[in-house]
């Protein structure tokens, strides 16, 4: 691993989380007068699903810490040799700052209808205008992409794994938040989702 992803890693982790997290949640609360974090703790699908998230959130803030504090547990964590290159480092740099970008402007478009997590209680309006005309998840999609472009950066089995775990729990939240939202918004979605695709 460059001695220089020491210091790239744990500070996209922390503009990923200040920019698209903490910024946005305050920005969101004075808005609203309400916290979006909406994450269920309830015990059913929604709860767990919320769970996984926070403890794959952690994870990733832990794994970005810990190669910056102390980089030999790199060699650890069962380094796939092949896959480190030059050319793909950047690639997956490129692809972590696209994702972030992407996110951040989603995020924008969505104004005060964004929440993390399915808000039982409050109907907001359905976004899908912006980047919501060419994708019904953008927020997914550039975490989709985020988790990519860290395991391209530094391929090994911790990032695979954390990329695939990552990847199922968006599935499920994505199906989750759309049963919600024809619920919600009944034929409108209907309509949205027929002519939208799910990410791209």
Do not use: C
């Not at 924008?108 to 899908?128: C, F, N, P, Y």
């Amino acid at each position: 691993m460059n001695q220089y992803l020491r210091y790239v890693l744990p500070l996209y982790v922390a503009l990923y989380f200040i920019f698209l997290m903490l910024i946005r949640m305050i920005t969101i609360r004075r808005q609203i007068g309400k916290n979006p974090i909406v994450l269920a703790t309830s015990d059913d699908a929604h709860g767990l699903i919320a769970m996984y998230f926070k403890l794959w959130m952690v994870l990733l803030g832990v794994y970005a810490a810990i190669v910056a504090i102390y980089p030999p547990i790199y060699a650890r964590l069962m380094p796939m040799i092949h896959l480190e290159s030059d050319a793909l480092q950047i690639t997956g740099l490129i692809i972590l700052s696209i994702s972030l970008i992407w996110t951040y402007i989603a995020q924008a478009h969505m104004r005060t209808s964004w929440r993390v997590g399915i808000d039982q209680k409050d109907k907001t309006e359905l976004v899908t205008d912006g980047i919501f005309h060419w994708s019904r998840n953008p927020i997914y999609l550039g975490m989709i992409a985020s988790m990519a472009g860290l395991f391209l950066v530094t391929p090994n089995v911790f990032t695979m794994l954390l990329a695939i775990v990552g990847f199922i729990l968006v599935q499920v939240q994505v199906r989750l938040e759309e049963d919600f939202l024809y619920k919600s918004h009944g034929e409108d979605y209907l309509k949205y989702k027929r002519s939208v695709r799910r990410f791209i």
